[in-house]
């Protein structure tokens, strides 16, 4: 009986410390955050980053995507805390077409959509018939459309918000620019390598890996005013979780920004 009694108080005693464990951990994995991000800049960023979230308390992973379908789905399934790679208007997109309830937890930086070519030097050059190339990333459509209309090449029409500005909304196109935006964003570098169009709209992110420097390669580059920052998404309601705001925070320290000016030359532009 006293055998009994001691094995059932071992077992008691084995089953507090087996759940104080299991609290400890779930406490440890409050403070641990996976975040998603495009390989540059975000991913870099992200991981200058760590130390010094490391010293707030807080141990961040980071998972990259090569595509911009990826992230907000892994975001949206509980895979990821954050991701970090996008801008609004393209968030909002995914929201609409597929369900998601993402939200903002902040800006953190411009990504400056520049127009490439290997065929002109200035937007002035073009010549009629020229084959303009975009992504199939419709959240951009407008901001190529807006270089375009600064540059003197095409007109919106009247009442259009350029943010959803689209092709079908341009009103005058003198030169009969001619506009394809079938492709994905990451094989925008390769379009531009192989001559297939007189200008060819990348964005920074991709423009850095292909080996390009969108202050000195661009014919044009989007102005530093543009309403595109990329952003950390959430799922609504995560923003206020300590681990985010700890995040947002290192990521727009004055420190974090000089080291963005200073490792991109003007490609990266962090925001207030």
């Known amino acids: 009986m006293m055998k009994k009694s001691l094995f059932l108080i071992a077992a008691v005693l084995l089953t507090g410390v087996t759940l104080a464990g299991c609290g400890q951990k779930k406490q440890a994995d409050s403070n641990t955050i996976t975040v998603g991000?495009?390989?540059?800049?975000?991913?870099?960023?992200?991981?200058?980053?760590?130390?010094?979230?490391?010293?707030?308390?807080?141990?961040?992973?980071?998972?990259?995507?090569?595509?911009?379908?990826?992230?907000?789905?892994?975001?949206?399934?509980?895979?990821?805390?954050?991701?970090?790679?996008?801008?609004?208007?393209?968030?909002?997109?995914?929201?609409?077409?597929?369900?998601?309830?993402?939200?903002?937890?902040?800006?953190?930086?411009l990504e400056p959509l520049g127009l490439y070519s290997k065929q002109v030097k200035k937007l002035s050059e073009v010549k009629d018939g020229a084959k303009v190339l975009v992504s199939s990333s419709q959240p951009d459509w407008g901001r190529v459309l807006t270089i375009l209309k600064d540059g003197g090449l095409i007109t919106l029409k009247a009442g259009v918000n350029a943010e959803n500005a689209t092709f079908k909304d341009i009103a005058t196109n003198p030169k009969h620019l001619k506009f394809e935006y079938t492709f994905e964003p990451k094989l925008m570098p390769e379009l531009l390598k192989n001559d297939e169009g007189t200008l060819v709209a990348i964005n920074s992110n991709y423009a850095v890996q292909g080996g390009l420097n969108p202050e000195k390669d661009a014919v044009a580059l989007e102005k530093q005013s543009s309403p595109y920052a990329n952003i950390v998404a959430v799922n609504k309601g995560d923003q206020n979780k300590p681990a985010i705001k700890k995040l947002v925070k290192v990521l727009k320290s004055q420190s974090t920004q000089t080291w963005i000016k200073n490792k991109w030359h003007g490609a990266v532009l962090p925001v207030e």
Request: proline share 5%.
């Open 37 to 109: 991000a495009s390989a540059m800049p975000h991913a870099e960023i992200l991981k200058h980053i760590q130390p010094e979230l490391k010293k707030e308390g807080v141990n961040l992973k980071i998972k990259v995507f090569s595509d911009y379908v990826l992230p907000n789905k892994a975001l949206d399934s509980g895979e990821l805390d954050a991701n970090y790679y996008q801008h609004v208007p393209f968030m909002k997109k995914a929201n609409k077409d597929n369900g998601y309830h993402l939200v903002s937890a902040g800006s953190i930086h």
